[in-house]
């Protein structure tokens, strides 16, 4: 739908007033559109799911992920209303969603934490935010059936970050497609699926929950190993920074282990250091590389990922402190 036939369409529905709308087109990550809709009495976000993501490899996804979004918007916003956008009108045929336009003063976290605000409130809102879904969501009979997503789970997160990692990496392989088998049977409580600082606004003491449109019904250990994949990661690209940024992910972990409670069960620790150093060498060799790791550095993330996998440690203390030392001698 071009902007002209968009706008028509929103005056049509009484979301706009005006055919003199701007619409603004704002960064969506690889897997959607997203514009900002302005019309001097409205201001609000369009979003539509990409068949095909914009990355160098060829990825393709169901677009009806972008239902998934509004879902887990609903969801989360039953119990954190403030962690999530409010959903302002939805076209479940066309793929598009219109939510509210975060503002008052929130920025991108990922963008602060490349600037070097290192702000621990918001490690702390992320991990206990996080940690307060899987727990509500456990057991939630209702969101296992709407969130049975497991086909596109596989398309967004296992075949790009682990399979095809994976299959760069033949010593490394059977570990990888061990990894995925694991987490496709793991059906514990509905997850984010793309919980990262990037997906995450926050400022004036607030977060809020951005594109989960990723969201399945399964394995809280991806979730927490992929936000804290961005902290180690970031550590190695701000070296000076290192102990200040691996700051963040612990105390990431400590708020989410007091607010999941009983997710945390025995072995959670242990999958999430064996599933973390995968990841960390999946966002250098899968199909959606981090952009902002030079190439010795890249290095260093296969160095590293090669030496633990094999032989991961059971506490993320004891990863931290192998990555610590091993920045530490760079």
């Known amino acids: 739908m071009d902007q002209v036939a968009l706008s028509n369409y929103l005056i049509d529905k009484g979301l706009l007033h005006s055919q003199d709308a701007t619409f603004t087109p704002l960064s969506g ?23 095909k993501l914009k990355v160098k490899d060829d990825w393709f996804a169901d677009i009806k992920r972008n239902i998934t979004e509004q879902e887990y918007l609903r969801y989360v916003g039953e119990f954190l209303p403030e962690s999530v956008p409010a959903i302002l009108y ?18 991108n976290w990922k963008s602060r934490l490349l600037l070097g605000e290192y702000d621990r409130q918001y490690a702390r809102l992320a991990g206990d935010y996080l940690g307060t879904i899987h727990r509500r969501s456990r057991g939630d009979a ?20 682990l399979l095809k990692t994976g299959s760069r990496h033949p010593q490394l392989n059977a570990y990888f497609s061990a990894e995925a088998e694991r987490i496709a049977r793991t059906s514990t409580c ?48 701000r070296p000076k920074n290192a102990a200040q940024i691996l700051g963040l992910g612990l105390k990431v972990w400590e708020s989410y282990t007091a607010s999941a409670d009983t997710v945390v069960d025995d072995v959670f620790e242990a999958r999430l250091c064996h599933l973390l150093p995968m990841l960390m060498l999946a966002r250098v060799d899968g199909k959606s590389p981090v952009e902002y790791l030079d190439s010795s550095q890249q290095q260093t993330v296969r160095d590293f990922t090669y030496a633990v996998i094999p032989d991961s440690p059971k506490t993320l203390n004891q990863l931290v402190h192998q990555w610590t030392e091993l920045l530490t001698a760079e």
């Not at 793929?95 to 336009?101: G, L, P």
Request: glycine share 8%; net charge negative.
């Open 29 to 51: 990550g690889v897997s959607c559109e997203i514009l900002l809709v302005d019309d001097g009495q409205s201001r609000f976000v369009v979003k539509r799911a990409l068949d």
């Open 90 to 107: 939805s076209d479940t045929e066309k793929y598009f969603f219109c939510m509210e336009m975060i503002e008052g003063g929130l920025e």
């Open 142 to 161: 209702v969101a296992r059936e709407k969130f049975d997503t497991l086909k596109d789970f596989t398309e967004l997160r296992l075949d790009p970050y």
């Open 190 to 237: 509905l997850i984010h699926g793309d919980y990262s600082p990037k997906n995450l606004m926050v400022g004036s003491g607030r977060l809020v929950i951005l594109d989960c449109e990723v969201a399945w019904y399964g394995d809280p250990v991806f979730d927490v190993a992929f936000l804290l994949n961005h902290f180690l990661l970031k550590a190695l690209h």
